[in-house]
């Protein structure tokens, strides 16, 4: 399984930002696919999740702001982040599980990707 994200860049509070996932060697309607991002010093935390019938979840601080989604037929997965806030810099990772439990826990997920930094300006 291999993982690759693509997207990151530098920001401004208030624009918007897609981040993609391209997934390869999982079936993405087989997993629960997940997006966790780690600022520095602090720990990863969980940002959304799709399960593979694609209901999804949010952390309580992108509700509103941010939608996961995903093809299944090109194996992608994306994150859709607006009005984001001016914050520290963050790495994305997206993250695949084989199982809908406990989708906001790290130790879940078997398959990490590298990430992708968004830094925000202030």
């Known amino acids: 399984v291999q993982l690759v994200e693509s997207g990151g860049g530098l920001v401004q509070p208030g624009d918007s930002l897609r981040l993609s996932c391209a997934a390869s060697?999982?079936?993405?309607?087989?997993?629960?696919m997940a997006w966790f991002r780690q600022a520095p010093g602090k720990e990863r935390e969980f940002t959304a999740a799709?399960?593979?019938?694609?209901?999804?979840f949010y952390g309580d601080s992108v509700k509103d702001r941010f939608t996961i989604s995903k093809n299944n037929a090109r194996s992608t997965v994306s994150l859709q982040m607006n009005t984001l806030k001016p914050e520290a810099p963050a790495v994305y990772s997206c993250?695949?599980?084989?199982?809908?439990?406990?989708?906001?826990?790290?130790?879940?997920?078997?398959?990490w990707g590298q990430g992708t930094q968004v830094p925000v300006s202030s």
């Open positions: 993250a695949a599980q084989y199982g809908p439990s406990s989708y906001s826990a790290l130790a879940q997920y078997s398959h």
């Open positions: 060697g999982v079936a993405l309607n087989n997993v629960t």
């Open positions: 799709i399960w593979a019938s694609g209901f999804q």
